[in-house]
């Protein structure tokens, strides 16, 4: 059990690194493609209304916000915020990006399930993603000065690995959300005949390296949970002894 502990805690690292890799990957993939200038001529910000439009969504608004890749579509107010290098841009990427957040918007319009349960889980693991490090650093201090004859550090552990358990799940329904939402937004780019099909395929691009952070950050995540979880199981059977 060891081993495999030693396994997981080596495995997170190259995960991080592919993690920091994916996302510098989304940004260069963006910044090529931000250089192609759509042939329908329309803004991003101009593509967003018209696909909201044709989805019968007249009230959700669209606002603008700092940052770069920074787009999202907020459910409390019914608003899709796109960057300041996204919302004016008339390129390829900025375009499919906007789709893809009013992918999100009409996920909301319909009930789709999965990014129902993900707005149910965002309050929560806003809460237990701070408690996760804190914990598991108890746990290990703990463990290493053994000043109780109760492992002590289990509780830390335990409550380190519930609060991950939630994160993992988080990361796990974002999948389906991502996904589904880059999928809605390709279909209405072509059947809305925003974009020719050449820059069809150009979005696929743009959109599938956003996914790849995703499916990451969850597999990072999962060996998160498996190496606490077996740290607790090697705790117990060692106390057993």
């Known amino acids: 059990m060891e081993i495999i502990i030693i396994v997981l805690a080596c495995m997170s690292l190259p995960l991080m690194i592919a993690m920091v890799f994916a996302s510098l990957s989304v940004k260069t ?37 700092r940052g770069v890749l920074s787009d999202h579509y907020n459910p409390r107010n ?45 309050p929560i693991v806003n809460f237990t993603s701070r408690l996760i490090t804190p914990f598991l650093l108890l746990g290990i201090l703990f463990e290493f ?43 209405q780019l072509s059947e809305l005949g925003i974009l020719a099909d050449d820059e069809i395929a150009i979005a696929g691009k743009v959109l599938n390296k956003a996914a790849q952070t995703y499916l990451l ?14 740290m607790i199981l090697a705790s117990r059977r060692n106390n057993n002894r």
């Open 29 to 65: 993939v963006f910044s090529k493609y931000n250089g192609v200038t759509a042939s329908c001529g329309l803004t991003a910000k101009e593509v967003a209304r018209q696909i909201l439009d044709a989805n019968g969504l007249y009230t959700v608004q669209i606002s603008s916000c």
């Open 78 to 122: 019914n608003t899709v915020y796109l960057s300041q290098a996204t919302i004016d841009s008339n390129s390829v990427a900025a375009i499919s990006v906007a789709a893809h957040e009013v992918g999100h918007a009409i996920q909301h319009a319909e009930g789709y399930a999965p990014i129902k349960f993900r707005s149910a889980l965002v």
């Open 145 to 187: 000065i053994a000043i109780f004859t109760v492992n002590v550090s289990n509780i830390f552990y335990m409550v380190a690995l519930i609060c991950y358990a939630f994160y993992c799940l988080f990361t796990f329904v974002t999948l389906p959300c991502e996904y589904n939402a880059s999928n809605r937004a390709k279909d």
């Open 217 to 230: 950050s969850f597999l990072y995540s999962l060996t998160q949970v498996a190496r606490i979880l077996l």
